[in-house]
C-alpha cells in the first residue's frame, strides 16, 4: 500500500522560504495527484493546494502568490515551496494522495505530517 | 470562497449513534468526504462521495447529503470513535479544496 513520508527544516526564519519534501514508497507518483495540507496547533485543516505529473497545479486562492509545488517522477517525490513566510504559517504540514474525479478531489492516504515553526 | 459550517463539538454515549452536519451552500450538489482525525494522528478517510467507505472502514461509518447540509453518522458508538471529523468539498469557482471547521466527537 501507498505510503507518504514528508521532510524538511522544522524551523524557518520570518521572511525566508519554507520547503518541504514528501516521499512516496509503494506506489508510483506517476499515477495520481499530491496534494500539502496545513494544520495549525489545535486548529482545522487547509488545502494548500496540489500537484499532477506534467506540472498542472491548483493552489489556494489565499495562498496562490508565496506557493510552488513540483513532482519529481524519478525520485517518487513532490515538493513544496511556501515563500515569504511568517508566524501565521506555523503549522503542521501533511502531504496526501488525491484522488481526482469528475465531482472532486479527496485525500487518501495521509503523510504523519511534519511540524514547522516559523521563528528568529 | 464556499464555506463548510460543522457544530464544533457532539457528545454520544458508547452503543448510541453520532450524527454529524456539514452545511454549505447546496452541498447537495456536490461530493462531500469525510475524515476521522484522531488525537496525534493524521486524518483517515472514512466517507468519500457522500455514502461511500473505503475497505477498510467499518459499516457503522456512513454518510448522506442532500439539500444544503451533509451527515456523517456513526452507529453502535465506540470509545476509539473519539476524534475529529472533518467534511470536504472541492470548490469549483475557486479551483481548491474547501474543509470544514471540524467536529470534536466526544464519547461519554
Known amino acids: 500500500q501507498v505510503q507518504l513520508q514528508e521532510s524538511g527544516p522544522g524551523l524557518v526564519k520570518p521572511s525566508e522560504t519554507l520547503s518541504l519534501t514528501c516521499s512516496v514508497s509503494g506506489g508510483s507518483i506517476s499515477t495520481y495527484c499530491w496534494s500539502w495540507i496545513r494544520q495549525p496547533a489545535g486548529k482545522g485543516l487547509e488545502c494548500i493546494g496540489r500537484v499532477c505529473l506534467g506540472g498542472s497545479t491548483s493552489y489556494n486562492p489565499s495562498l496562490k502568490s508565496r506557493v510552488t509545488m513540483s513532482v519529481d517522477a524519478s525520485k517518487n517525490q513532490f515538493s513544496l515551496k511556501l515563500t515569504s513566510v511568517t508566524a501565521a504559517d506555523t503549522a503542521l504540514y501533511y502531504c496526501?494522495?488525491?484522488?481526482?474525479?469528475?465531482?472532486?478531489?479527496?485525500?487518501?492516504?495521509w503523510g504523519q505530517g511534519t511540524l514547522v515553526t516559523v521563528s528568529s | 470562497s464556499y464555506v463548510l459550517t460543522q457544530p464544533p463539538s457532539v457528545s454520544v454515549a458508547p452503543g448510541q449513534t453520532a450524527r454529524l452536519t456539514c452545511g454549505g451552500n447546496?452541498?447537495?450538489?456536490?461530493?462531500v468526504h469525510w475524515y476521522q482525525q484522531r488525537p496525534g494522528q493524521a486524518p483517515v478517510l472514512v466517507v468519500y462521495?457522500?455514502?461511500d467507505r473505503p475497505s477498510e472502514i467499518p459499516a457503522r461509518f456512513s454518510g448522506s447529503n442532500s439539500g444544503n447540509t451533509a451527515t456523517l453518522t456513526i452507529s453502535r458508538v465506540e470509545a476509539g470513535d473519539e476524534a475529529d471529523y472533518y467534511c470536504q468539498v472541492w470548490d469549483n469557482d475557486s479551483d481548491h479544496s474547501v474543509f470544514g471547521g471540524g467536529t470534536k466527537l466526544t464519547v461519554l
Open positions: 447546496n452541498i447537495g450538489r456536490k461530493s
Open positions: 496526501a494522495r488525491v484522488v481526482v474525479t469528475s465531482e472532486s478531489d479527496r485525500f487518501d492516504p
Open positions: 462521495d457522500d455514502s
